[in-house]
């Protein structure tokens, strides 16, 4: 079966960088859309950050554009988040996720059927 490791998250002051991983098997991993969700306490899941197949298209939410990228290594069966100028209210646990169908780019949580078991982030003030 699809089995999504994140990795990374921590606490980290405001400004700061943090980079997360998602480790992937059970899956071709090269062909499915791959995608970064968060949940803060009381909200519902949110859109990040996806990434075709190939790497070539990436989709960001506006709330971190400029200051999160998305990318994979396929030969690790690796995606990865890099996060930087991190504020506050970017305080979640993150997910990673991987796309319903291969070949087929997913930006939208509800296209995603493969979750991870999240990694927190917090960033303090």
């Known amino acids: 079966q699809v089995q999504l490791v994140e990795s990374g998250g921590g606490l980290v002051q405001a400004g700061g960088s943090l980079r997360l991983s998602c480790a992937a098997s059970?899956?071709?991993?090269?062909?499915?859309?791959m995608g970064w969700f968060r949940q803060a306490p009381g909200n519902e899941r949110e859109f990040v950050a996806a990434?075709?197949?190939?790497?070539?298209?990436?989709d960001y939410a506006d709330s971190v554009k400029g200051r999160f990228t998305i990318s994979r290594d396929n030969a690790k069966n690796t995606v990865y988040l890099q996060m930087n100028s991190l504020k506050p209210e970017d305080t979640a646990v993150y997910y990673c996720?991987?796309?319903?169908?291969?070949?087929?780019?997913?930006?939208?949580?509800?296209?995603?059927?493969?979750w991870g078991q999240g990694t927190q982030v917090t960033v303090s003030s």
């Open positions: 996720a991987a796309g319903i169908s291969s070949g087929v780019y997913y930006s939208s949580l509800r296209d995603f059927g493969s």
């Open positions: 059970g899956l071709t991993f090269r062909v499915y859309a």
């Open positions: 990434i075709s197949w190939s790497g070539a298209r990436t």
